[in-house]
């Protein structure tokens, strides 16, 4: 049968992931490509690792196109959206992974600033909150021009972290910004059903980050209930999932080998030099 000819529910289907260009982003936009999904890799800066990251996909036989916007730019969010769901009219999952991650703490050297806690707000909330209204748009519009609903609801899944029931003072604009994305969830789930369901997935420690090396990085991995953190490919595989569970909406996954049940005082990057 001509894929073009199959009934909705057997379509090939589209993913836009952001930040997809390297580190967990590429990960994720990798797993999806196994499993048979087109694929839009969204990048900011990384030409050359999104073109890297493009051939890759490409390898799975899916259909696959690289995207650049600047997401501190509202209007550069928004025509990113347009492009995309017009190159992939069967888009059906929306994985916000692009995030801004920088230090600083209230009491240290490195105090919040009112330009540092801006930027993070705009890339790590902002940016996601106005693509997923435009998810929610596209996939209501299509459900009302089509007359048919998507045997699994389509999907926005929200890249948040396990620190965030795991409170600490450290990288404190990120952490805000994360737990406002967080308490967006359950709101969007609730104003967005029954035409798109959203969902947090909140990784542990899974690639190092920032100044941490190697040894540190391996040594908090560590740091777990399980003896483990997550890895990129158990974030990948939950993101998937995720898409792919049309009961779920308006809750978040926790996949960090527990990290999150072990309180700590400061972040978990910090306890290993």
Known sequence: MNPSSKPPSQQVKA??????????????????????????????????????????????GVKVRAFQADLTSEAATKDLF???????????????????????????????????LQEHMQVNLTAPILLSQLMFEHQKNKAITSGIMSTVIPAVIQLLDQKLINLNPDYLSYTLSKAALLTSVE??????????????????????????????????????????????????KAAVFLAESGAITGTTLYVDGGQHLLPSSRDVMFKTN
């Not at 967990?24 to 797993?31: F, V």
């Not at 017009?86 to 209230?106: G, I, K, M, Q, W």
């Not at 967005?192 to 190697?214: C, H, K, M, N, W």
């Open 15 to 60: 993913v836009l992931v952001t930040g997809a260009a390297k580190r967990l982003g590429r990960e994720i936009a990798l797993q999806f490509a196994r499993q048979g999904w087109d694929v839009a890799v969204h990048y900011g800066r990384s030409a050359q690792e999104a073109t890297a990251t493009v051939e890759e996909i490409g390898a799975f």
């Open 82 to 116: 347009l492009a995309v769901s017009n190159a992939f009219p069967n888009l059906d999952c929306l994985v916000n992974s692009a995030s801004l991650f920088e230090y600083d703490r209230a009491n240290s050297n490195t105090p919040l600033s009112g330009k540092s």
């Open 187 to 236: 709101l969007l789930a609730m104003d967005f059903a029954p035409y798109l369901r959203v969902v947090g997935l909140a990784p542990g420690i899974s690639l190092p980050s920032g100044d941490q090396t190697i040894d540190g990085f391996s040594k908090a991995h560590q740091m777990t209930p399980l003896g483990k953190s997550s890895t990129p490919a158990d974030i990948a």
